[in-house]
Every structure is written in C-alpha cells, then in structure tokens.
C-alpha cells in the first residue's frame, strides 16, 4: 500500500476522528484496508495490536466548546443545551479530562 494512503488514514483517524468505513469511503478503499493501514501506520504487529484511538461521531468543535465552557464553570446541563448533546456525553468528556 502507498505510503501516502497509510498517512492520510493516520491523519483522518486521528486527528478527525473519523471511522474506518468512512475513512474507506473518502479514499476509495475498504474499510478493513483502511483499519490494516492505519495499524502498520502506527508500527502495529500482529501479536500486539496498537490501540486504535476514539470515533467520534460529534465534530471536535463540540468538544472544544464543552471543555471551554466547563473551565468557565457552567453547569453539566447548561453545556449539554448549548452543545446540542446529552448530558452523558459532558460527564464523559468531563472524566476523561480529569485524567
């Protein structure tokens, strides 16, 4: 496979978060094609697979929003309206910069 395919998959899985169907969608390519390309990508092999990172089906522009609005000290709720998100996933994102 191209090393220029290998490093778009990197990028669109980790820095936009997209899935591995559509990933495959954009590039032309099948979805497990896209999931062993982004594996070699990260130096992968077969007896320890690397962990693939998050899917996130909200754009990151909600995540910013969420964490800017909590350093404000906004309620969970208040944020979850303003984002347009269920108060879950505040709580998640919440725990997760917590650690």
């Known amino acids: 496979m191209a ?3 290998v490093t778009e998959v ?12 559509k990933i495959g969608a954009k590039l032309g390519i ?16 077969d007896h320890q697979p690397y962990k693939r990172g998050t899917y996130h089906i909200l754009p990151k522009q909600v995540f910013d929003m969420i964490e800017s609005m909590l350093d404000s000290g906004d309620s969970d709720e208040t944020i979850a309206a303003a984002a347009c ?3 879950n996933t505040v709580k998640r994102h919440k725990k997760k910069l917590a650690k």
């Open 3 to 5: 090393a220029e395919v």
């Open 30 to 45: 099948d979805n497990t094609t896209a999931s062993r390309a982004y594996d070699g990508g990260k130096g992968s092999t």
């Open 85 to 87: 998100c269920s108060v």
């Open 10 to 21: 990197v990028r669109l899985r980790d820095e936009e978060h997209l899935s591995f169907v």
